[in-house]
């Protein structure tokens, strides 16, 4: 069984731009999160989702960031306009239906902004 | 605000030793909790989780819970070198569906 895949693993930009992040949970999982890491900080939820619906996006910071899992599988999550403090390690995780279900986390995306 | 509290080390052991990793969390609603090990620059994976008061054996390792002190361990028996990571306390919710609030991470550290 395939796991939780993430692309890019590292991306670099500058202040201001767009950056997409992707998430591919493992197939048949209904729950997706998304994590973020900023250095020196703990592992931080952004936002759950099942399906396609939004559960919960209480942790997304602003509205600079875009959340989208169209069809139930994979989402993206969109940065624009980026700004340095958005830099950090981006996790995404998948867990089967149900509540306290173990989420599996993908390998992170690194985002850079300069 | 949920808030789960780690020592962030680095814990120092001899090879062979037991190391034990404590976290505690604020939230007595929390209901599930998680143990990840994270090497550096790779995703945190699943070690053990834990739903009730008491001990719980995998292996090596035992989780142990004591939720009216709000207190969560994880005890590695016969450490070994590749066990050196960070490692991430993690407290579920208790309704609906759980996302999960992390300490920061203790360091280990395990000497040949």
């Known amino acids: 069984e395939a796991g939780v895949t993430q692309f890019p693993s590292h991306s670099v930009i500058e202040k201001g731009q767009t950056v997409t992040l992707r998430c591919d949970p493992i197939?048949?999982?209904?729950?997706l999160y998304w994590y973020r890491r900023v250095m020196g900080k703990e592992i931080k939820f952004l936002l759950h989702?099942?399906?396609?619906?939004?559960?919960?996006e209480s942790g997304m910071p602003n509205n600079r960031f875009l959340a989208e899992r169209t069809g139930g599988t994979y989402s993206t999550l969109k940065v624009q306009p980026a700004e340095l403090e958005d830099s950090g390690v981006y996790f995404c995780?998948?867990?089967?239906?149900?509540?306290?279900?173990?989420?599996?986390f993908g390998p992170g995306t690194r985002l850079t902004v300069l | 605000q949920k808030e789960v509290e780690q020592n962030s080390g680095p814990l120092s052991v001899p090879e062979g030793a037991i190391a034990s990793l404590n976290c505690t969390y604020s939230d007595r609603g929390s209901q599930s909790f998680f143990w990840y090990r994270q090497y550096s620059g790779k995703s945190p994976e699943l070690i053990m989780f834990i739903y009730s008061n008491g001990d719980k054996e995998d292996g090596r390792f035992t989780a142990q819970l004591n939720k009216a002190s709000q207190y969560v361990s994880l005890l590695i028996r016969d450490s070994q070198p590749s066990d050196s990571a960070t490692y991430l306390c993690?407290?579920?919710?208790?309704?609906?569906?759980?996302?999960?609030?992390f300490g920061k991470g203790t360091m280990l550290l395990v000497s040949p």
């Open positions: 993690a407290a579920g919710g208790n309704s609906g569906y759980s996302t999960l609030t």
């Open positions: 197939s048949g999982h209904d729950n």
């Open positions: 989702f099942v399906k396609e619906s939004k559960q919960d």
């Open positions: 995780a998948s867990s089967r239906a149900g509540t306290t279900d173990t989420q599996y």
